[in-house]
DNA sequence: CCAGATCAGTGTAAGACTCTCACAGTTTAC
DNA sequence: GTAAACTGTGAGAGTCTTACACTGATCTGG
């Protein structure tokens, strides 16, 4: 039971986040540190997907019993929000603006994708309320800055990002699971006549025209006609200050 | 080992949740359905979250063994299919389409972000590729009326469906966990000089606005104020066809 | 038409996991 | 030297899953 806890007020994990670490105290010092095992889950997982970040298992790779870790970390659960922020790591350095907000929006937006993409395990992570940790705000800001240099006002800030951010991570769902052409294929066969029945014209149409779901070969297409509505969002906002 | 699986390409639980029922078969017939399992399931998820609806949970709601489980569903993630699918359930009567497209845009946003606070559960459901459930579809099918209705053409509709379903999940998500104003104050605090530090000026603005993270009073103007953009990212891309 | 082989549904039991807590031993700082 | 903290051992309550025996209903062969 770690009673190291400064402010018991934030959520679970966001002081050992920001590095928060308590004065010196008595006992023996510490064999290990939060950052070792928090990149020993996250190589854990990288390795073999989210249930593979195992406490046993992070315990082996760093070389202690389970039950040590529980000495720099209070529950599984503030394990889970570091892991979190160490998965998504800081923001690439080629995001810095270049001045035209859409290249800035549309870069944010791809590289979102990418790190969901080679780390598929971040979607598994449960995740609610608002990013407080260093590297999520990190590209927060990213973002905020493309939206603002495009112009949009204050109130409409929240507004965008949720949007932007949003769509990068409904795409990298929908992208996630690459279906094999048999697969999609399969579906397609047993949608069809179902979606038929069910009156689901729109549906059908887009099963009928092969764009749904979209196949693995087609991402950068998919990509980029979702982006377009995006970025007209933005650009809509931002106009009638 | 279920062995009932006719089409072995889709993926799991789909043929199921389409009411798949195999030809009347030898043995004994089953006391129970699969309906009743799932009806179950979403039952202890309601009362108590996801990890409530564990396999022992559900067959003793049902009145069976474990195993017994196991007879009408082929593994865990099939049945966790399947509860996703009734999670989210029909959509409302109400969302049919009243010939404005804004308003069939914004109500259906609404109803999705109220049926993800109120069955919060289905935001800790492991998504992945498009949606081939029958509910889901039939809210998706919505949604892509609303879009086509607003002169959205065949090659934006899936972008579109991206963005505005994945603002409405998004919303949810930052809306989920209701900071008590205490929760607020600290993180706002605990937040304000590290972002400084790191020259996030942005989102240091935002914080100090009070308008980052969003406490539970401005459900209703965070949503109406996201919800700008997204209207405007439609519109955008239905007039230049 | 009836007997019996065949398979499905169920229960009991057990395996390999998971996260967490309690206790004793050891090491460091006050 | 005392007090506190790190570590290991042990254990408990869960999880999902598989294997085996038993009962019961259907289909097949005479």
Redesign the pocket.
Same mark, same amino acid.
């Given at each position: 039971?770690l009673?190291r806890d400064t402010t018991p007020e934030l959520p679970p994990g966001t002081a050992l986040a920001w590095g928060a670490t308590p004065p010196?105290?008595?006992?023996? &010092?510490?064999?290990?540190t939060v950052a070792q095992i928090v990149a020993a889950a996250v190589e854990l997982a990288d390795a073999d997907g989210l249930a593979n970040a195992?406490?046993?298992?992070i315990a082996h790779e760093v070389?202690?019993?389970?039950?040590?870790l529980?000495?720099?970390v209070s529950? &599984?659960?503030e394990l889970t929000v570091l892991l979190a922020d160490a998965g998504w790591g800081p923001p690439p350095a080629g995001l810095a603006s270049s001045g035209d907000w859409r290249s800035d929006v549309r870069r944010w937006t791809r590289a979102v994708v990418e790190r969901l993409l080679s780390r598929t395990w971040l979607l598994d992570l449960p995740m609610r309320g608002d990013p407080v940790t260093p590297h999520r705000l990190a590209w927060t800001e990213l973002l905020l800055r493309a939206c603002a240099l495009a112009g949009v006002g204050e109130e409409h800030l929240p507004g965008c990002v949720t949007m932007v951010s949003g769509f990068a991570h409904a795409t990298a769902v929908r992208l996630a699971t690459p279906a094999t052409p048999a697969e999609t294929a399969a579906v397609r066969d047993h949608l069809a006549p179902h979606l038929d029945r069910a009156g689901s014209v729109r549906l059908a149409a887009l099963v009928a025209g092969g764009r749904y779901p979209a196949t693995a070969e087609d991402h950068d297409a998919f990509f980029a006609a979702g982006l377009e509505p995006v970025l007209a969002g933005v650009a809509g906002v931002a106009g009638r200050e």
């Open positions: 039971m009673d010196p105290r008595r006992g023996p &010092k510490p064999a290990h195992s406490l046993p298992n070389g202690v019993t389970t039950n040590a529980y000495r720099y529950s &599984k659960e």
